[in-house]
């Protein structure tokens, strides 16, 4: 209920949560728009506890920075209630419910402007202890807001026992708080990451079917790779957010540290990452995604050019391969054309190479060296070192796999024999692999798999999905690169 009072008048109501209802309502006196959060009565029975939220509340206004939707004003009465800057835009928990995960660069935005708000807080010895995506609001200019600072914080352990729930959000709070243990800046880094592992991935780190399942994993289980939710996610930050989520509080990162890395990453790469970001991903995150893609598969793109020309080789195959992941779109067209471009240049050069070998050829016949032995040994010979171009991989995508080929070999163990390089990615993801009857691990193969030249039968089996079975060749120095979208059947 919105309480009797003088000064603001009720607009209407924005929410309500586990600690209260908040509306938008008007400053009567100052003629601007606040919010008004108005605590659940249950939690502030105690007397001590209504002087400590009183208290709380009047530190937590003298914080002022720009990614801290500030307090102004704390009123005590018969229900009491905080007052707060307006904050247009939606809270992190609308984009996440939408879209799952967010790209890259937004992503960078995001944790970059939080980590600021957490630093500001805790210069002023303030926690937050409820970080999660609907206390974070992305307002109309790229700000990323931080709300509802400090209300867990003044509603105690006392008030737990009063109220007999649990304050902080199962998901997102710190092993240290489900133990009860000593709570400090760190909590909210703990917090912080499970927010950015789940907009990295779309999913919880410490995912569990009710709150005591989750909280249970929170303690005990470590979470999966974030490359192995979302294969797209760049390594700095999938390994910044696992840090976050180490259990023991001294073990986390320092923010500025975190801030550090992540700027050096920037700089390095020369990327572009500012509010402009999440402006133009919050106006249109299907077309803010697009461009992206379109941005870090050139990235990639160039980076596995370089390395080719470097003549590292491993290197090349895992920027082509990630270049690939964020090719889904108008990008793909592009480089078909720049590939085929490449390829009728070798083609061209592979000619010119067969005039010459015919002409040495039929002199070498006419002069009666040519003996048979020779060429059979020059044919058996493993061809080292493997060159790969960009032309190999994009000709060969999709034109080696067939439904009814049917001769299926083993490659060879015993001797060497030439090699080839299998890349695979399926839709959904984490999918088993199986190649001529070898396990070998699940997708996506991120990393380009030395595999015997020959034909195999692959089948690729995933929990949910038909089985897809083809045979493909691996060619001698060649790579393969597979996607595969595979078909969904009803569980029942
Ligand atoms: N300062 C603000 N400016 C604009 N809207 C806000 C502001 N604070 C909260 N809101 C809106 O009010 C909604 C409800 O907020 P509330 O804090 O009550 O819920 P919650 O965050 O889901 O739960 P909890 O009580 O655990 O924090 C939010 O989802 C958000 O849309
Ligand atoms: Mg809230």
Redo the contacts with the bound molecule.
């Keep these: 209920m919105f309480p009797d009072n003088d000064r603001y008048q009720c607009e209407r109501e ?9 509306y ?1 309502a008007k400053d009567t006196k100052l003629k601007r728009n606040v ?1 008004i ?1 108005v605590l659940h009565p249950h939690l502030l029975v105690k007397d001590t506890l209504r002087k400590r939220f009183l208290n709380e509340a009047r530190a937590i206004a003298s914080v002022n920075h720009p990614n801290i ?1 500030s307090l102004y004003d704390v009123v005590d009465g018969e229900h009491p209630f905080l007052v ?8 992190l ?2 984009y996440l419910a939408k879209n799952a995960s967010l790209p890259n660069l937004v992503l960078f935005e995001l944790t970059q402007q939080l980590l600021e708000g957490l630093a500001a807080a805790h210069e002023s010895h303030i926690i937050h202890r ?1 970080i ?1 995506p ?2 974070i ?1 992305i307002d109309p200019r790229g700000y990323v ?1 931080i ?2 600072f400090g ?2 914080h003044i509603l105690n352990q006392d008030t737990l026992t009063v109220s007999g729930q649990i ?3 199962p998901q997102y709070i710190s092993p240290e708080v489900v133990k009860m243990g000593c709570l400090s800046d760190k909590s909210d880094l703990f917090s912080a990451g499970c927010l950015l592992y789940r907009a990295a991935t779309g999913t919880s780190p410490f995912p569990g079917d009710n709150p005591h399942h989750v909280m249970q994993n929170i303690c005990n289980t470590s979470p999966q790779e974030p490359s192995e939710q979302n294969p797209k996610i760049f390594a700095v930050l999938g390994e910044t957010f696992i840090s976050l989520l180490a259990k023991k509080p001294e073990e986390r990162p320092a923010i500025k540290s975190i801030q550090d890395k992540l700027v050096r990453f920037i700089t390095e790469s020369e990327l572009q990452v500012s509010r402009q970001n999440l402006l133009d991903y919050t106006s249109s995150p299907a077309d803010y995604t697009r461009k992206e893609n379109h941005i870090l598969y050139s990235y990639y793109h160039k980076k596995a050019q370089k390395a080719e020309r470097n003549g590292n080789t491993t290197q090349a195959h895992r920027y082509f391969y990630q270049a690939g992941l964020f090719n889904e779109d108008s990008g793909t067209k592009k480089w078909v054309q720049q590939k085929s471009f490449s390829f009728n240049k070798t083609a061209f050069l592979s000619f010119l190479a067969g005039v010459c070998c015919l002409g040495l050829f039929a002199f070498l016949f006419y002069d009666g060296l040519f003996q048979k032995e020779n060429v059979t040994h020059a044919n058996s010979q493993i061809q080292e070192p493997l060159v790969l171009s960009a032309d190999t991989i994009i000709t060969k995508t999709k034109i080696e796999v067939s439904d009814t080929e049917s001769v299926v070999t083993q490659p060879p163990t015993t001797k060497p024999s030439p090699k080839g390089f299998l890349l695979i990615k399926t839709r959904p993801p984490f999918a088993q692999i199986f190649l001529g009857g070898k396990d070998l691990g699940k997708t996506p193969l991120s990393t380009p798999t030395r595999i015997n030249a020959g034909i195999y039968k692959l089948v690729i089996q995933k929990k949910g999905c038909k089985t897809l079975q083809k045979t493909i060749r691996i060619s001698k120095n060649d790579t393969l690169i597979l996607a595969f979208e595979l078909e969904r059947i009803d569980l029942e």
């Design positions: 924005l929410g309500s949560g586990a600690m209260g209802t908040v938008l919010t959060k939707v707060m800057e307006y904050i247009q835009g939606h809270t928990e609308h409820d999660k609907s206390n609001i807001k709300t509802d209300v867990a304050l902080g959000t």
